[in-house]
């Protein structure tokens, strides 16, 4: 069973452009959990999804940011006109349906550098 | 808002030390607290987890208490190796909440 994936791994985009953050949840997990981990800081919670729904996103900024977990492919974690503040890493963890307070599992994340 | 610090923020140790990390959060209410394990430019291994009911956990070396009263956790690595180097974090999740994350402890274990 293949753990949670996450591409592309590393990431650089101009000032302005658009990052598209994909992450594959481990098989049969249908919860998706978004989080953001700025340098020399601690893992900040953005959004919680399960399958068409975005179920909390008290953590995503108002503005540029928004995610999506369709019925079909991966979640995408979407940032429009990216500034120099979005360089960050930005972890994906999924969780079985069953219980959605269970543990999390992460992927390796994604290490976004805006130029 | 439930707020979660670690102390000491980094920690360097001879091998085979026993060391402890310590986790505390404002919000006793919790549903459960897991400690992860963060390599430098890798994901979280996720260590233990303590649901609310539970004092405490064990996994090989490793042994995680909780004191919802008071509000800390603490993370008990036994023997310690070069192999445990990493960054240890702390996570809360309050009843209907999402995981609060503490700003970790970065561990240096000196062969």
């Known amino acids: 069973n293949a753990g949670v994936m996450q591409n592309p791994r590393h990431l650089v985009r101009r000032r302005g452009q658009e990052a598209r953050l994909r992450c594959s949840p481990m098989k049969g997990h249908s919860h998706v959990y978004w989080y953001r981990q700025l340098p020399e800081e601690g893992l900040k919670f953005m959004v919680y999804l399960q399958k068409e729904n975005i179920i909390d996103e008290s953590g995503m900024p108002k503005e540029r940011f928004s995610a999506e977990f369709p019925k079909e492919g991966p979640s995408i974690l979407r940032i429009q006109q990216v500034v120099r503040g979005d360089s960050a890493a930005y972890f994906c963890?999924?969780?079985?349906?069953?219980?959605?307070?269970?543990?999390?599992?992460f992927g390796p994340g994604t290490r976004l550098t805006v130029l | 808002k439930q707020e979660v610090t670690q102390i000491p923020a980094a920690l360097s140790v001879p091998e085979g030390e026993n060391l402890v990390l310590n986790c505390s959060f404002t919000d006793s209410a919790i549903y459960n607290l897991q400690w992860f394990r963060q390599d430098p430019g890798k994901g979280l291994t996720s260590l233990l987890l303590?649901?609310?009911?539970?004092r405490e956990q064990t996994s090989g070396r490793l042994n995680a208490s909780l004191d919802k009263s008071s509000g800390r956790s603490t993370l008990y690595i036994a023997a310690s190796q070069p192999g445990d180097s990493a960054t240890y974090l702390c996570a809360v999740r309050n009843y209907g909440q999402n995981f609060v994350f503490g700003p970790g402890t970065r561990l240096s274990v000196l062969p």
């Open positions: 303590i649901q609310s009911s539970q």
């Open positions: 963890a999924s969780s079985p349906p069953s219980v959605s307070t269970d543990t999390q599992y």
